[in-house]
T-cell receptor, first 116, second 115 residues
C-alpha cells in the first residue's frame, strides 16, 4: 500500500526546544516537499528536495532545517529560532519534473505542532 | 510570476444543488493547474489536474473543471452536491518552467453543504 506517512499526528513542545517531524514515502518519488498551513491560509513552502543529499529553501525557510539522506525520508526540524512554530505541517512528494512538465504532488496526513 | 486567486473564501450550497468554486490564475508560461480537497485535519487529496490536454477536465467524486485561457480561469464544478463534499478546496498552479515543479496555492475556499 503506497503512500506518505507523517508522524506523529499531534506534537506538543515547550518554547525553546527543537523538534523533528518525520516524513516517509514509498512511492519511489525523487522530489519531496514540506509545507506549513495556518488557519484561513493556503499552504506555504518551507523546503523542497529534488534528489538525495540536495535541498532548496522555499518561501519561509527561516527557523527550519531539513536533511535528505535517503530517497524515502525527508525529516523537518523546527528550531527554537522559528518565531511562530505552532501550525499544521504537511509533507508531499512527486515525480521529478522536467522542463515544461509538472507532476502532481501527493500529500501525507499532516502533523499538528503546538508550541507553548 | 505565477499566482492564483480563489474568488470566494466560503461557499454554501444545499445538498443536491450545483457547486461552483471559482479560481483565476496568472502565469507567464503554459500552466499546469490542479484542484485539491482537504477535509478537517487531513492531508490534501488531488481532485483533478489540467496539463495542456483537454480543456474540460474530469476528476474524482463527480467534480470537473474547465480551463479557459482567455479568461485565465479554472473554475471547479459539480452538478449535485453531497454532504461529504463539505471541505476546503484549493486551486493550485505549477511553475512548469523551472524550480522543480513548485506549486502555488490559492487561499482556499471552504464549501459548506446544508441538508
Amino acid at each position: 500500500d503506497g503512500g506518505i506517512t507523517q508522524s506523529p499526528k499531534y506534537l506538543f513542545r515547550k518554547e525553546g526546544q527543537n523538534v523533528t517531524l518525520s516524513c516517509e514515502q514509498n512511492l519511489n518519488h525523487d522530489a519531496m516537499y514540506w509545507y506549513r498551513q495556518d488557519p484561513g491560509q493556503g499552504l506555504r513552502l518551507i523546503y523542497y528536495s529534488q534528489i538525495v543529499n540536495d535541498f532548496q529553501k522555499g518561501d519561509i525557510a527561516e527557523g527550519y532545517s531539513v536533511s535528505r539522506e535517503k530517497k524515502e525520508s525527508f525529516p523537518l526540524t523546527v528550531t527554537s529560532a522559528q518565531k511562530n512554530p505552532t501550525a499544521f505541517y504537511l509533507c508531499a512528494s512527486s515525480k521529478t519534473t522536467g522542463t515544461g512538465s509538472s507532476y502532481e504532488q501527493y500529500f501525507g496526513p499532516g502533523t499538528r505542532l503546538t508550541v507553548t | 510570476a505565477q499566482s492564483v486567486t480563489q474568488l470566494d473564501s466560503h461557499v454554501s450550497v444545499s445538498e443536491g444543488t450545483p457547486v461552483l468554486l471559482r479560481c483565476n490564475y496568472s502565469s507567464s508560461y503554459s500552466p499546469s493547474l490542479f484542484w485539491y480537497v482537504q477535509h478537517p485535519n487531513k492531508g490534501l487529496q488531488l481532485l483533478l489536474k489540467y496539463t495542456s490536454a483537454a480543456t474540460l477536465v474530469k476528476g474524482i467524486n463527480g467534480f470537473e473543471a474547465e480551463f479557459k485561457k482567455s479568461e485565465t480561469s479554472f473554475h471547479l464544478t459539480k452538478p449535485s452536491a453531497h454532504m461529504s463534499d463539505a471541505a476546503e478546496y484549493f486551486c493550485v498552479v505549477s511553475e512548469t518552467s523551472n524550480q522543480g515543479g513548485k506549486l502555488i496555492f490559492g487561499q482556499g475556499t471552504e464549501l459548506s453543504v446544508k441538508p
